[in-house]
């Protein structure tokens, strides 16, 4: 089982856009509309084909209103096999649709600081 959990402060200006049982999508609103931007909190499915549906889906979401947008959450996925711990290495081919999914969305892996 999984889920995503928001919480915000009450000084901020927060709108729901879309609740989804993998992603919340939020329209975070500053004093001047040119600095409102969208954060959204993702919990992909394991499943390979359900999971590149899901991210078709994301990408449509930002097609729809162009704002800076923070994409986060679990993708169930890596980039490559130096973001995992133990098990065997994955081949190549198995990074691809999430490294398409992040070049198709102009998206940038802001990457991971374990402490």
């Not at 915000?8 to 999508?25: E, G, P, R």
């Not at 973001?83 to 991971?112: A, Q």
């Amino acid at each position: 089982a999984g889920g995503i959990a928001l919480f915000w402060s009450a000084d901020c200006n927060v709108q729901i856009m879309k609740i989804a049982t993998w992603y919340v999508d939020i329209l975070i609103q500053g004093s001047d509309p040119s600095k409102d931007w969208r954060f959204t909190g993702v919990y992909a499915n394991s499943n390979d084909q359900e999971r590149d549906r899901q991210w078709t889906e994301l990408l449509k979401l930002n097609e729809v209103r162009r704002l800076p947008w923070l994409l986060m959450g679990d993708f169930n996925s890596i980039l490559s096999n130096s973001e995992k711990l133990g098990g065997l290495e994955k081949g190549d081919w198995s990074f691809r649709s999430f490294k398409k999914f992040i070049t198709s969305g102009r998206l940038h892996d802001l990457g991971l600081i374990q402490s």
